[in-house]
């Protein structure tokens, strides 16, 4: 947890939580696991301001309680988790995501628990069919038998998963003093995964009778008196009570790997192979395990039988597209047998490796230069150089050499290595080699990345303070023209309240869209580089083991 | 060290290995770098179809429902001696008929907020020295709890009888400086708030991204 990734999860946090929650999200992550009364002390915050936001964070899995580290006797302890705030940077995708898969009820669902941390079943189907109610046009609504039938379709790929039931291990505080030694149950090491659960993934038995409601404007007024009241005493058991479920963001992240691979797949060779890799993948995704380094092996005559219908390429041209495959540089495919007409994997740890790699190619090229970039590739390729050596290989002239080298050294890109010849270490008898460590590199750009995407929103939430003036004038004229609208006024009138803005400050207010869309959109795409280099270092670790 | 006369820069080590000559180093840096350097090259243009629109989308509008859910907790801002009236058409744009209760059996005990307990008479039995009989003591919060049964029916949650007294006794000093908090925040956890349905005429703003 890195200075930068605190201050990043700050804002995220902040803008997504307000500022409570900030604060003690912050806290926690800075300070490590906690009791309450610590919390209350170090942070200053009145203590019921502490609990109701310890709650939120709780239901939005980004934090999680355990026994004291003193014992079953010490008070409770929360433990903040930075990778899932830094999350909350990739939820537009993983709706996106949901949507192309699952169409506009799926990409609902997966919304509304986003949003909400973790839902029973009930009441996010209820949700959901409102919603898509409201959206439909006047006369038609939806029943909750669909949107059951997706959201079991998305527990059957695992992309949902149940929370993990909380033990009832934490005694409660008052008597926690009175018996210093008594056998308590037994503390589990660490936290239990959803998945170690056996019911993980098993949908419940639901009653759930019923149609979307349409929420009418007019009606509104007169329902919600009945219904706040109703809805409290209202105590429609649908025997999912206690059954949570949450988004299985691993599950996604493997989806979003996959479509890297076939995207690299597609742009380096062309579709077929694509369709091929994208094949391998599919059969192979409940046989291998998320941390697997290659996919299992399979025969040709599999990917042959398995290939969708619209892609009728002959058994030949199968085989030289494995072929080409194969040889590739990338190493996207390896052949590791020839029975059954040729044994196929995907390799996934390659894979990301390499295209980590041309990400950090890429990036040298965009900052200094294509002559600084075909240095960096030489010295990824042939690992050690001398000063003479990289001259001479890049076929560059010495002094723009020496000078790219220099540059790319200060920005910590390129290291020195020294070897010495003789054991005083003289200088004038030490080889001096220059290296790139793609492993160092890549950690170094990942924290690079999250203070871009920090900085990006300090500097929206920097561009829309200054105009706070202009946005909030301009919110009440829309709210007025939809009164009016809605009330049913003449033309005149609209245009009338449409000059209250005058021109130039249509055009500062057109210019701030521009910059905050801007903005927003780099960070989105900032997050992909970020998912790229962050898999290629869980994977490199997981390797290294 | 031999070589060092007259501020000439001369290193321990003999530099030619490293293909640096005396001519070419560049100059010293005087003070700090600017703070916004040149870049000699521009930044690749953003990737801009629609995939990238719709997600853009998502993101904005997710970040205004988030804003307006009960999760997003606002500090316990000063009232005003006058209520402005902004205040009161900006309380009306709140999603108010969400009241967010967690459910209690995820969370650890200690996070339940208190149940704001009756005060009908000042328990100066409590505050007096102990020169009070210690029974009268117990008779009385006896009587304050009975007050709390009627209390307690109408929170959402039970909770047993024992603990609460065990936690009453325990956190009685805490409990004054909690009541005038509790005041306030009475509307997020308790049952008894009422919606009189003057907030509803909510326009169609939902639809629009807030920056």
């Known amino acids: 947890m890195t200075a930068q990734e605190a201050r990043l999860c700050g804002l995220l946090l902040r803008e997504h939580f307000g500022e409570v929650v ?279 005559n599999e990917v042959f039988r398995s290939l969708p219908a619209n892609y009728s390429i002959s058994r030949p041209v199968l085989d030289q597209y494995l072929t080409l495959l194969v040889d590739d540089p990338m190493e996207f495919v390896g052949k590791t047998g020839d029975s059954g007409g040729g044994m196929y994997v995907v390799n996934l740890h390659k894979a990301l490796t390499n295209l980590a790699r041309a990400t950090l190619e890429s990036v040298v090229q965009e900052k200094f230069g294509s002559r600084s970039a075909r240095i960096f590739r030489l010295l990824l390729r042939k690992r050690h150089l001398e000063q003479k050596q990289v001259e001479d290989f890049a076929m560059i002239p010495a002094k723009e050499a020496k000078d790219m080298l220099y540059t790319l050294m200060s920005e910590n890109l390129v290291l020195l290595q020294e070897l010495p010849k003789t054991p005083d270490h003289a200088p004038s008898r030490t080889f001096y080699l220059y290296t790139v460590n793609q492993l160092a590199t890549a950690r170094m750009l990942l924290q690079h990345c999250y203070k871009t995407v920090a900085n990006l929103i300090d500097r929206r939430l920097f561009e829309t303070k200054e105009s706070k003036r202009l946005l909030e004038k301009s919110q009440r004229i829309e709210a007025i023209m939809a009164s009016l609208q809605a009330s049913g006024a003449e033309p005149e009138q609209l245009t009338e309240v449409e000059e209250m803005i005058s021109a130039p400050e249509k055009q500062q207010l057109e210019s701030l869209r521009h910059h905050i869309n801007k903005l927003d959109s780099a960070e989105n795409q900032v997050d992909e580089t970020i998912f790229l280099l962050k898999s290629y270092v869980a994977s490199t670790a997981r390797i290294t083991r | 060290m031999g070589g060092r006369g007259r501020g000439v820069a001369a290193f321990s080590f003999n530099v030619e290995a490293l293909g640096i000559t005396r001519g070419s180093m560049p100059e010293a840096m005087v003070g700090p770098r600017p703070l916004f350097p040149n870049t000699e090259s521009k930044p690749v243009p953003l990737r801009d179809d629609e995939g990238e629109a719709y997600m853009l989308a998502l993101k904005q509008e997710m970040r205004c429902t988030m804003q307006r859910l009960p999760h997003n907790i606002k500090p316990l801002a000063a009232k005003a001696d006058v209520e402005r009236y902004k205040e009161r058409y900006n309380k009306q744009k709140q999603l108010n008929d969400e009241e967010w209760t967690p459910d209690w059996n995820l969370y650890p005990k200690e996070l339940r907020p208190q149940v704001k307990r009756t005060r009908t008479t000042k328990p100066a039995g409590i505050k007096k020295p102990s020169a009070k009989d210690a029974k009268d003591v117990l008779n009385k919060l006896e009587e304050l709890e009975k007050n709390d049964g009627a209390e307690e029916e109408k929170s959402d949650d039970e909770k047993p009888k024992t603990k609460k007294t065990a936690e009453g006794e325990e956190e009685e000093d805490l409990e004054e400086e909690l009541e005038e908090e509790e005041v306030e925040e009475e509307n997020d956890y308790i049952d008894s708030y009422f919606d009189n349905g003057e907030e509803d005429n909510d326009d169609g703003d939902d639809g629009e991204a807030t920056y």
């Open chain 1, 22 to 300: 900030e604060k003690i999200g912050t806290h926690l992550l800075r300070s490590g696991a906690q009791n309450l009364r610590t919390i209350v002390n170090e942070s200053g915050t009145p203590i019921d301001l502490v609990k109701k936001s310890l709650c939120v964070l709780m239901k939005h899995g980004a934090c999680r309680f355990s026994i004291g580290r003193k014992g079953p006797g010490s008070p409770v302890e929360y433990q903040a988790s930075c990778e899932r705030i830094l999350g909350i940077l990739r939820y537009p995708r993983y709706i996106y995501t949901a949507k192309t898969l699952y169409s506009d009820t799926g990409e609902l669902i997966i919304e509304e628990l986003l949003q909400r941390g973790h839902m029973t079943m009930s009441s996010i189907v209820k949700m959901v069919a409102d919603r898509l109610t409201h959206n439909m046009e006047e006369g038609r609504s939806i029943e909750y038998n669909e949107v059951v039938s997706t959201f079991s379709k998305l527990v059957e790929t695992h992309f949902l998963q149940r929370c993990p039931p909380v033990s009832e291990v934490v005694p409660p505080v008052s008597t926690a003093p009175t018996v210093p030694g008594a056998p308590a149950a037994p503390v589990s090491t660490g936290p239990p995964t959803p998945e170690s659960f056996s019911d993980c993934y098993l949908v419940p038995s639901v009653s759930l009778a019923g149609r979307g409601k349409r929420r009418r404007s007019g009606e509104d007024v007169v329902l919600d008196q009945g219904t706040t009241k109703k809805a409290k005493t209202d105590l429609q058991t649908h025997g999912d009570e206690g059954i949570y479920w949450q988004v299985n963001f691993e599950r996604f992240h493997l989806h979003f790997r996959d479509q890297t691979i076939i995207s690299a797949v597609a742009s380096k060779l062309d579709q077929t192979s694509s369709e091929i890799v994208r094949t391998m993948l599919r059969m192979s995704e409940v046989t291998t395990t998320p941390s697997a380094s290659c996919t299992q092996a399979l025969s040709a």
